[in-house]
């Protein structure tokens, strides 16, 4: 079955670091793109980083861009996002998700979704 | 970064009635790589549509995608209870691959 397992979401300071982790099984993880997404209380979706299967490329959104880090270690076969310098306005739910291609070098969207792990920045 | 604007914010529609969904974007959307998503309370978003018109694997034939470039729509056909939810468009054409705000469909 092919899963992906988010976990690392707590309450944690104003300014404080916090790392997140995603297990993926089921399916080729090297071969896909990965992205997190959040959604802060009652708001919509936001993109917040992706990375390529191997890794040599990714990027975040502005809003997070300086502050987070999106890496992946296909050998564990986990993909991960360190923060720094967290604000108030990055509690949310952070979702780990896989990119499917639909054709080769198409992408097709995000197909599979962990559960979710709840961050919270509070002072 | 490509900017998707969403209408209407709410749809108020009764079961077996059909919904017409739009979604915006700022610039070209390239291949139709443009997808929806549905989401429900508590629970992670659900893919439905991929490449603008594609149905996801699982999704029933009610749900259709159409359009391109800058200008796509999701119509749900004979709305069923579980239909009922928050829906989202996402482009993923481009870096940074941004997200609609979002259609909420309600039981009138």
């Known amino acids: 079955e092919v899963q992906l397992l988010e976990s690392g979401g707590r309450l944690v300071q104003t300014g404080g670091s916090l790392r997140l982790s995603c297990a993926a099984s089921g399916f080729t993880f090297s071969s896909y793109a990965m992205a997190w997404v959040r959604q802060a209380p009652g708001k919509g979706l936001e993109w917040v980083s992706g990375?390529?299967?191997?890794?040599?490329?990714?990027d975040n959104a502005d809003s997070v861009k300086g502050r987070f880090t999106i890496s992946r270690d296909n050998s564990k076969i986990t993909l991960y996002l360190q923060m720094n310098s967290l604000r108030a306005e990055d509690t949310a739910v952070y979702y780990c998700?896989?990119?499917?291609?639909?054709?080769?070098?198409?992408?097709?969207?995000?197909?599979?979704w962990g559960q979710g792990t709840t961050v919270t920045v509070s002072s | 970064e490509i900017v998707l604007t969403q209408s209407p914010g709410t749809l108020s529609l009764s079961p077996g009635e059909s919904a017409t969904l739009s979604c915006r974007a700022s610039?070209?959307?390239?291949?139709?790589?443009l997808g929806w998503y549905q989401q429900k309370p508590g629970q992670a978003p659900r893919l439905l549509i991929y490449g603008a018109f594609s149905r996801a694997t699982g999704i029933p034939d009610r749900f259709g995608g159409s359009g391109s470039g800058t200008d796509f729509t999701l119509t749900i056909s004979r709305l069923e209870p579980e239909d009922f939810a928050v829906y989202y468009c996402?482009?993923?054409?481009?870096?940074?691959?941004?997200f609609g705000q979002g259609t909420k469909v309600e039981i009138k």
């Open positions: 990375i390529s299967g191997s890794g040599g490329w990714s």
């Open positions: 996402q482009q993923y054409d481009s870096s940074p691959w941004t």
């Open positions: 610039q070209s959307v390239s291949n139709s790589q």
């Open positions: 998700a896989k990119m499917f291609y639909s054709a080769p070098g198409t992408r097709g969207g995000m197909d599979v």
